[in-house]
């Protein structure tokens, strides 16, 4: 059973961690760190920060089954392999176009959704949801297909993007019998464990960077990390894994702003429309699921 409502109001828990996440592709592009090593600290560093208020949750750690450390540790991989690819696709396609197709992620979280969980989106929903992704095609257009190195970096992003659907699916599974913040940590703690692991194997230096990085792998972990994806795997205790993933269609929004302001790259008409049209299709998307939130509330007493 979904709880009624969180303490603080979910619209402005959205746009928290949509500004916070939007950050994130800044931080990568300024850092020259391998994708490997800043994806280690940043999940490293996370899991430091929330290991002191971790205790009160051991009780339910030891109520876990096997079944459950299993899902965890597959959650951890598939995040470890979005960081991977979607990171290392900003070395070789632009913000825009890299958050862009993140943004498709909805389209993988349906399908899985139904597949699994026979979870079913109103026409309302759906109009959004085509709304929004409309307009994230309109924000890539300028640049998506450019060149080869370009369309390298569009695949990495694809697979980022179907990486992350799984993570976030299985999160919905589990956070049904499993406190959100319990989840996040182990989830966060062996997608550390695995990119060590991989640049174990890859001979990737762990220590040898300089201040400037470290700075960087800290504020990978307390923006877009602590603020973004805890915050999105929270709200999955309050909406389905498609009402949450449909969050971060703002943040090719946030991250071509960030982009241009901070980096340089430049945004075309194109663009700039495509994110009036992102937010356009998120908020009729949002507006169809507070309805639907309202009605099964209203049915739940005569239920019962």
């Known amino acids: 059973m979904i709880p009624k ?39 490293l560093f996370t899991s430091l920060l929330m290991l002191p208020f971790a205790r009160r949750y051991s009780g339910a750690a030891w109520a876990l089954r096997l079944k459950d450390w299993l899902l965890l540790g597959v959650s951890g991989v598939m995040l470890a392999l979005h960081f991977l690819l979607w990171m290392g696709s900003l070395n070789y396609t632009s913000v825009a176009s890299s958050t862009m ?29 085509a709304i929004a992704i409309f307009g994230v095609v309109f924000i890539g257009w300028g640049d998506i297909g450019l060149s ?11 697979g980022g993007t179907v990486a992350v659907a799984a993570h976030l699916l299985i999160g919905q599974k589990l956070v049904a019998r ?43 972990a307390v923006v877009p990390t602590v603020f973004g994806h805890i915050l999105f795997n929270w709200l999955l205790q309050y909406a389905s894994a498609t009402t949450v993933s449909m969050n971060i269609l703002g943040e090719p929004v946030g991250a071509s702003i960030l982009a241009f302001l901070l980096l340089g790259e430049q945004l075309s008409g194109l663009q700039w429309a495509g994110g009036v049209l992102v937010m356009a299709g998120l908020g009729v998307y949002l507006y169809s699921g507070r309805r639907k939130a309202l009605k099964l509330q209203e049915a739940l007493p005569n239920a019962s």
């Open 5 to 43: 409502k969180p303490p603080v109001p979910v619209p402005l828990l959205m746009v928290i961690g949509i500004v916070a996440i939007s950050f994130s592709s800044i931080f990568i592009k300024w850092s020259s760190a391998p994708v490997s090593v800043q994806g280690m600290y940043r999940l």
């Open 101 to 129: 197709i993140m943004a498709l992620e909805p389209l993988f979280i349906m399908l899985g959704a139904y597949i699994l969980y026979k979870e079913r989106n109103s026409a309302s929903a759906m109009l959004g949801m």
């Open 148 to 158: 080869a190195e370009n369309l390298k970096g569009d695949m990495l992003s694809v």
């Open 178 to 220: 499993m406190p959100s913040y319990l989840y996040s940590l182990i989830v966060f703690i062996s997608a550390a464990v695995v990119f060590a692991v991989y640049n174990l194997v890859t001979s990737t230096p762990f220590f040898a960077y300089p201040a400037r990085e470290w700075g960087i792998f800290v504020l990978l």
